[in-house]
């Protein structure tokens, strides 16, 4: 039983190994391109979609090593910094949007 256990263990780490590795590699293959300068306006929206994508893979995978590892000091650290980020997104996003106040 103890055995079979370790070789899972070791598969899933394997897994993980190949699927980050693969994760990196197609950020770096995006990071090669450069956005077209015949279609600007397509080029952003992929640029969003990519990082979109990208972003919340990365959250995904932060959220599941903290639940794994709890206590490790890089999983809780990347979570606040997300969460921060995330934060400060907001606060730019709404800084410049009308407040609307309705008096009854």
Do not use: C, K
């Not at 995978?61 to 400060?88: H, I, K, N, Y």
């Amino acid at each position: 039983m103890l055995v079979a256990q370790q070789q899972e263990a070791r598969a899933a780490a394997a897994l993980v190994q190949r699927t980050g590795a693969a994760y990196v590699a197609a950020l770096a293959a995006l990071a090669q391109e450069r956005p077209t300068q015949e279609r600007p306006a397509q080029a952003r929206r992929d640029a969003a979609a990519i990082r979109a994508a990208a972003g919340s893979a990365f959250v995904a995978a932060a959220d599941q090593m903290l639940r794994l590892f709890p206590d490790d000091p890089l999983s809780v650290g990347t979570l606040q910094g997300l969460e921060a980020a995330r934060s400060r997104q907001a606060d730019t996003a709404n800084a410049g949007a009308p407040e609307h106040v309705v008096w009854f």
